[in-house]
């Protein structure tokens, strides 16, 4: 009998499926954001402390859920992140200086979602 597998981390998978994310940000920016609200689930304010170890507030783009799951956070235009979750597993990425994710951040404000008083 063939030893099984071991599954991958998130931290093994979080850049790849960063990088598929990207080329899907990257088409819907070229296509000046048209059709952009059928992709993803939702934009939020998650408060501070919501979950364990989480002391600051952010804006989040929560583009799929379940297992595995993944998201961008906005803690500013200084600081975004990018998340790979899967069940009792998370990994994420410094996707700050991506220039898709200024010029989304720059959509999500235009479209009225980025509140700078929170």
């Known amino acids: 009998m063939e030893a099984s597998k071991r599954e991958k981390t998130c931290a093994e998978l979080v850049q790849g499926e960063w990088y598929v994310r990207q080329e899907e ?9 048209d059709k952009f ?14 979950f364990d170890n989480q002391p600051k507030g952010y804006h989040r783009f929560q583009i799929s859920w379940g297992g595995p799951s993944d998201e961008l956070r906005f803690y500013s235009l200084d600081k975004v992140e990018y998340w790979y979750l899967d069940w009792f597993d998370g990994a994420s990425i410094d996707v700050t200086d991506e220039v898709v994710i200024k010029d989304l951040y720059e959509h999500f404000d235009i479209e ?7």
């Not at 940000?25 to 954001?33: I, M, Q, R, S």
């Not at 609200?37 to 919501?50: C, M, R």
């Open 25 to 33: 940000l990257e088409k819907y920016e070229a296509n000046g954001w």
């Open 37 to 50: 609200h059928e992709y993803g689930l939702s934009f939020d304010y998650v408060e501070a402390d919501t």
């Open 112 to 118: 009225g979602h980025i509140d700078d008083n929170i």
